[in-house]
T-cell receptor
């Protein structure tokens, strides 16, 4: 099993550009999450999904959209990137009490 | 006040030392308490979790929860250079979502 994978691993955007981050899991988990991690801030929840076709807002959802069209995939979109969205983005999926994390995507917005 | 507070460190200790990492939380309804370890440029991975109050031991690691003080701890005995990482406490609230502390960066020097 590959576990949780994320693409791309790195990306540099200019202000106002859009992009989509892809998260895929092969563990048949129902719950999936998108976090951002910034220095001194820990992991903050952006959006999450409790199953295929469902999404919900987390702690810091502004400026992001998500979709869960297939159970194994969870997409995070930035419609108009801003420098404040420079961060490391982690996807996770849940089995019971354990969240399995992907390797992260480092995004820089200039 | 943040729901989970954790001293970001950094914490530097010599090899073989006993390490104590701590978090405080504000909501007495929390039941599940977790510690994640994150190596540099990697995703977090679950180290230990405990339910309600008490201790849980796994090799050199001991997780402790004191619900009366709203205080959770992770102890590392005989610390090794390979333990150098960021340690994140996390608490699962009633909604099922995890709330993370800021993370403590630990360096174990040989």
């Amino acid at each position: 099993n590959a576990g949780v994978t994320q693409t791309p691993k790195f990306r540099v955007l200019k202000t106002g550009q859009s992009m989509t981050l892809l998260c895929a899991q092969d563990m048949n988990h129902e719950y999936m999450y998108w976090y951002r991690q910034d220095p001194g801030m820990g992991l903050r929840l952006i959006h999450y999904s409790v199953g295929e076709g469902t999404t919900a807002k987390g702690e810091v959802p502004d400026g992001y959209n998500v979709s869960r069209l297939k159970k194994q995939n969870f997409l995070l979109g930035l419609e108009s990137a801003a420098p404040s969205q420079t961060s490391v983005y982690f996807c996770a999926s849940t089995s019971g009490n354990e969240q399995f994390f992907g390797p992260g995507t480092r995004l820089t917005v200039l | 006040q943040k729901e989970v507070e954790q001293d970001p460190g950094p914490l530097s200790v010599p090899e073989g030392a006993i390490v104590s990492l701590n978090c405080t939380y504000s909501n007495s309804a929390f039941q599940y308490f977790m510690w994640y370890r994150q190596y540099s440029r990697k995703g977090p991975e679950l180290l230990m979790y405990t339910y309600s109050s008490g201790n849980k031991e796994d090799g050199r690691f001991t997780a402790q929860v004191d619900k009366s003080s709203k205080y959770i701890s992770l102890f590392i005995r005989d610390s090794q250079p390979s333990d150098s990482a960021t340690y994140l406490c996390a608490i699962r609230g009633n909604t099922g979502k995890l709330i993370f502390g800021q993370g403590t960066t630990l360096q174990v020097k040989p």
